[in-house]
């Protein structure tokens, strides 16, 4: 096994995790999921993608805000900084396939995900809807860095818990 490439300091003193500044909690992978299984049974998938949407998107323009001043990034190489530090993480293995600032688009292939790892390969539907409010949030970083703000939509249009070999998501302007 690999040693994760992702610098984690641990204070002394008050045992708070950090990477680049940002504090940060490990949970295990089930623990995530079974509260995302709650929140669907209680709230239905809608509601819940809702949620997480919000959340995310709001934790991502954050992170990129803070990120891009510790390592003195700009646009769209915040996104990719973004995308290796969330593989790094353990969500899945992110990789970027196209991303156009100026026409607010991008295009994230995710293998591996941590949604279907717990959900199976026969979930029979998209899982990972979590990840869109993240990188609508980071692109919307890239866009206003580029002096062009938009207000953007993300999906997930193929799910490897719903037959196809890797997750895909697409985001776009939303007006
Ligand atoms: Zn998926």
């Not at 940060?24 to 709230?43: D, G, K, Q, S």
């Not at 995310?56 to 990129?64: I, M």
């Not at 002096?147 to 719903?162: I, K, S, Y």
Request: one cysteine or more; aromatic letters at 10%.
């Amino acid at each position: 096994m690999n040693k994760p490439e992702v610098p984690i300091e641990v204070d002394p003193q008050t045992a708070t995790w950090a990477v680049d500044g940002v504090p940060m909690i490990l949970v295990p992978r089930h623990f995530w999921v079974a509260v995302h299984r709650e929140t669907e049974a209680a709230f239905g998938v809608e509601a819940n993608a809702d949620i997480l949407f919000k959340a995310g998107y709001w934790a991502a323009l954050e992170w990129c805000k803070k990120e891009a001043g510790t390592h003195g990034l700009s646009g769209t190489a915040v996104f990719e900084h973004y995308m290796k530090r969330m593989t790094q993480r353990g969500w899945g293995r992110l990789s970027l396939l196209e991303i156009d600032a100026e026409a607010g688009r991008a295009r994230v292939r995710l293998d591996h995900s941590a949604f279907v790892a717990e959900y199976g390969r026969d979930g029979g539907r998209s899982v990972c809807y979590m990840f869109t409010g993240p990188l609508c949030g980071g692109m919307k970083f890239a866009c206003a860095d580029s002096d062009r703000p938009r207000t953007l939509q993300a999906r997930e249009v193929q799910c490897a818990a719903n037959g196809a070999d890797y997750c895909l998501f697409e985001v776009e302007p939303a007006e």
